[in-house]
């Protein structure tokens, strides 16, 4: 019998860690990437010709993330590897992929989806103005490209990357003139519970605040957005501290976000069944404890399937593997595995923790103007969102999409869906989980109109 | 609207010289810049919302939001943050210059 085809899409840490589990089986995967190098974003790898160190680019996690590349490179010729491919649809049974004009499709006998994340966003009026980026947009910019976004940055929003992004950009010696985190510290406090199930992660987040307060960066907690203004690009963030006084903050850069959302289409696309995570405020595929979906065959990985961070990824790009294998009727080593699933539920814990600590503020979404644009690929206002969901008496998001357009530009809801819903929500005084979530559509990003199947 | 660039350089700034064309203007680049930086280092913005709202630069810089949508002077669209600039290249960022065809 033929060896079973596997394809993993994404060669970040899960997609990594998967495809070097297959090999040490015997098998030859198929990686299908979306960038030309590995690493995912995370990892994610600067040019050739740049010269910075790995201690540089990646800090404290320098020695894990040489760690995934040399994995990665160590497996030239033990996979089949397809970088700068663009892995748009599943259906029978096939992935659907694009390098550069040229279509085809991959037959698969199992799909490990390890397609990462994206930064989670919620509007505020400005947010469109040039100067603003989201968090991992400003990361990528230093990391990749040795560039600041600006040259007074303020960083807004909640998470982990809010105080490594900010602490990162003063380190390259950026000009860092705020942190406003939407988070108070009383969340920090009741999240800790869970989050000591990583007690070295925790470590050092409080390594990277103190860096921040030590080189004279002002971190305000608890604060409420208002508004990024400026004639055709930023020139002031404004919002409200914790005790009410007002915020004004002049800046040529804003970086924006609320932790990460879960780039979740393909399975979507593939048939699993997703199912609201109340933790997080976001429809994640249901999962067992080692990545299979609710549809035979298809397996998630990484923070596509739950945002467990890097070394989740890593773990969970194992156990995918695994479990794909003993699928396939292969032997697994399940003393292994077990020690696996373990880590992966320590991680899950501080997952929760982070989202206890640092909350999506759902409520943001509520009292923003009517005039806030939500969507910006087509400029559609709240207030539209709004009108449609009563007005016209949308019930949940996809038929509001129907009405407004909200979520079907050209960025596929990935930047107004979660607050989409959570307006929708609000307008018609229902739970965000009672307005269900946006379709994935193939295909999951834009096409070029030049796109070709040769011998279809 | 702002003339000068909106990105800093803080590092890698050795690299070779790179000349490409911004809206006929000539500049210059470095090898390994994404045209999204080679662009937001010599101008403030890389294309106008078509919904008249105003100038955008970009958002994600990883390929998923969509908004750093370039011209060449033929038509072709170039995703600014996932292409790598090249000698020569002639940038749009005004207007998409539909091919006329036929």
């Known amino acids: ?18 495809a070097e589990t297959l090999v040490a089986a015997g098998l030859r995967p198929i990686v299908v990437n979306e960038a030309a190098a590995s690493g995912g974003q995370i990892y994610r790898r600067q040019p050739p010709g740049f010269t910075r160190s790995a201690e540089t680019l990646y800090g404290t996690e320098a020695s ?15 996979i089949e590897y397809r970088p700068e491919t663009l892995a748009w649809n599943v259906q029978d049974g096939a992935l659907h992929i694009l390098h550069g004009v040229q279509a085809s499709r991959l037959p698969f006998d199992a799909l490990i989806i390890a397609t990462g994340a994206t930064d989670r ?14 968090l991992g947009a400003s990361q990528i910019a ?97 919002a409200t501290a914790a005790n009410g006084t007002a915020l004004e903050i002049a800046c040529d850069a804003v970086g924006i976000g609320y932790h990460l959302r879960s780039e979740t289409q393909l399975a979507d696309l593939a048939g699993c069944t997703l199912a609201f995570d109340a933790a997080s405020h976001q429809w994640l595929p249901v999962l067992d404890q080692d990545g299979r979906a609710s549809v035979a065959g298809i397996y998630l990985a990484g923070d596509g399937g739950r945002i467990l961070g890097a070394d989740g990824a890593e773990t969970a790009g194992k156990l995918a593997a695994y479990a794909a294998l003993a699928d396939l009727g292969r032997t697994v080593p399940d003393a292994d595995i077990e020690k696996l699933r373990s880590s992966q539920r320590r991680m899950d814990r501080f997952r929760r923790g982070l989202a206890i600590a640092f909350p999506w503020p759902a409520h943001l979404a509520a009292a923003l103007p009517d005039e806030t644009l939500v969507c910006r690929c087509e400029a559609i206002t709240a207030g539209e969102l709004r009108h449609v969901a009563t007005a016209l008496d949308a019930p949940e998001v996809n038929r509001a999409k129907a009405f407004s357009r909200v979520g079907m530009g050209r960025c596929q ?44 | 609207m702002p003339t000068d660039g909106r990105f800093e350089r803080l590092a890698e700034l050795d690299r070779p010289a790179v000349p490409i064309e911004i809206d006929g203007k000539p500049v210059t680049a470095r090898q390994g810049d994404t045209l999204l930086v080679a662009i937001l280092t010599h101008v403030g913005s890389l294309r106008v919302s078509e919904f008249g709202d105003g100038p955008r630069a970009g958002f994600c810089l990883m390929g998923a939001c969509q908004d750093c949508w370039v011209w060449t002077p033929d038509g072709e669209r170039l995703q600014a943050c996932g292409t790598p600039v090249q000698a020569g290249m002639r940038i749009v960022t005004r207007g998409a210059p539909w091919p006329i065809l036929g």
């Open chain 1, 1 to 18: 019998m033929a060896d079973p085809r596997i394809v993993i899409v994404g060669a970040g840490p899960a997609g990594t860690r998967a």
């Open chain 1, 64 to 78: 894990r993330a040489t760690a995934v590349h040399a994995t990665f490179d160590g497996l030239v010729g033990k």
């Open chain 1, 121 to 134: 966003v919620m509007p505020l009026p400005g947010w469109t103005l040039p100067g603003v980026y989201s």
């Open chain 1, 142 to 238: 230093l990391k990749a490209q040795g560039c600041a976004i600006g040259r007074r940055v303020a960083f807004m929003g909640t998470g982990p990357l809010l105080y490594l992004v900010a602490s990162q950009y003063v380190k390259a010696g950026a000009a860092v003139v705020a942190v406003l985190d939407t988070s108070p510290l009383s969340a920090r406090l009741r999240a800790l519970p869970l989050m000591a199930a990583r007690p070295d992660v925790l470590l050092k987040g409080v390594g990277v605040m103190l860096r921040l307060r030590r080189a004279g960066v002002p971190i305000h907690l608890g604060i409420t957005p208002v508004a990024i203004e400026g004639d055709g690009e930023v020139a002031l963030l404004r």
């Open chain 1, 413 to 456: 809801g990935r930047y107004c869906g979660l607050a989409g819903a959570e307006i929708v929500a609000a307008a018609r005084g229902v739970g965000v989980e009672q307005v269900g979530r946006l379709r994935g559509q193939a295909p999951v990003r834009p096409l070029p109109i030049a796109a070709r199947v040769d011998g279809a």
